[in-house]
């Protein structure tokens, strides 16, 4: 999985301005408590919170059935529910894999390990494991501290606004990005983003709006800037709605792109606008909205040739980031 984790975040750095399998209707996060197979009975369940708001649920069973039964049971289930199974990257035979990876996607994620415990079990039943991945917190807002903002020389803050600081075991990360949060008018804010950046000797590149519901992933892809880094990464075949499927949020935004000298400024604007009960459901972690405003914005200031130094790598692993992220869907 390591693979895997190092390619998101490689996609998240170079597409999405947070820089940080079926597609259905949100359901709830799936529970296996009352869902498990015949001659099979729960010995154990338990849940440990992970990084920000998402959590693992461990589900402990013994089961009459063989592992293979056992197997097609939770496909079965699994992919009713909107899940692919994670193919196998070492080509080992199913009888000799230790585990099995289902996803839906970046919101959840199931892992199955049985195994036949002879040498613990007197009456040789299968005692097997199953493991769901629960993300609760797609924007990543949890893992900041909102604080009065520290006004960058720069750049300038809009008024009301708050900084996010990234906090990691009570320690402040350093990040290439800033993210804020306010009240107030979208288009207010945009439109105080145009008018002061100049002021800052910024001169303006594209400003780029965007407005409707949107597929989460989608919302952080509407530039043209965005657009093509995703053709370049040899990753256009494969949606946003796969990556969050059933995650479609209303929004109102702008991405400002900005030059001045060897640097490039991006402002990324987005206001919320669904409720914010409704966007708990599906799986926002809202309580800095609730206290600071849905408004979010983004800024990176990055070097051009560092910016193309990245998008030439895109390019030349393209396909390698591409097989990986198809084998984590299931394709």
């Not at 996609?11 to 947070?18: D, R």
């Not at 800037?225 to 990464?233: D, H, Y």
Request: proline letters at 5%; hydrophobic letters at 35%.
């Amino acid at each position: 999985m390591a693979s895997i984790s190092r390619t998101i975040i490689i996609l998240f750095l170079l597409f999405i301005p947070l820089l940080h399998l079926y597609t259905q209707p949100f359901t709830e996060e799936l529970s296996l408590d009352f869902v498990q197979p015949p001659g099979t009975e729960l010995i154990n369940r338990e849940i440990k919170p992970l990084e920000g708001k998402s959590e693992m649920t461990t589900y402990k069973y013994r089961s009459e059935l063989s592992r293979q039964q056992v197997l097609y049971f939770y496909r079965d289930v699994l992919s009713q529910e909107g899940f692919r199974e994670v193919k196998d990257a070492s080509g080992a035979p199913v009888h000799e894999r230790k585990a099995f990876n289902f996803t839906r996607g970046f919101i959840s994620r199931a892992l199955i390990t049985p195994f036949e415990a002879y040498e613990l079990l007197e009456d040789r039943r299968l005692t097997y494991y199953v493991k769901m991945y629960e993300n609760r917190d797609i924007l990543k807002l949890s893992g900041y501290t909102f604080t009065k903002p520290k006004r960058p020389k720069f750049i300038p803050v809009s008024p009301g606004a708050v900084q996010g600081v990234k906090t990691v075991e009570g320690k402040t990360l350093d990040t290439p990005y800033t993210i804020y949060l306010k009240k107030g008018d979208v288009d207010e804010t945009i439109e105080f983003y145009v008018d002061s950046m100049r002021l800052y000797d910024w001169a303006l590149l594209s400003n780029e709006l965007f407005e409707g519901r949107y597929n989460f992933g989608d919302v952080f892809m509407q530039s043209a800037r965005n657009k093509k880094r995703v053709a370049e990464s040899g990753l256009a075949g494969i949606k946003m709605e796969e990556l969050y499927p059933g995650i479609e949020v209303d929004v109102k935004g702008a991405e400002l792109s900005y030059e001045k000298g060897n640097d490039i400024c991006y402002v990324t604007i987005v206001e919320f606008r669904d409720p914010l009960e409704t966007l708990r459901q599906m799986r926002f972690y809202v309580e800095p909205f609730r206290k600071y405003g849905n408004i979010y914005i983004n800024v990176v200031k990055i070097d051009k040739r560092t910016e193309e130094k990245w998008r030439q790598q895109t390019i030349k692993d393209r396909e390698k980031s591409a097989q990986i992220i198809r084998n984590f869907l299931g394709y």
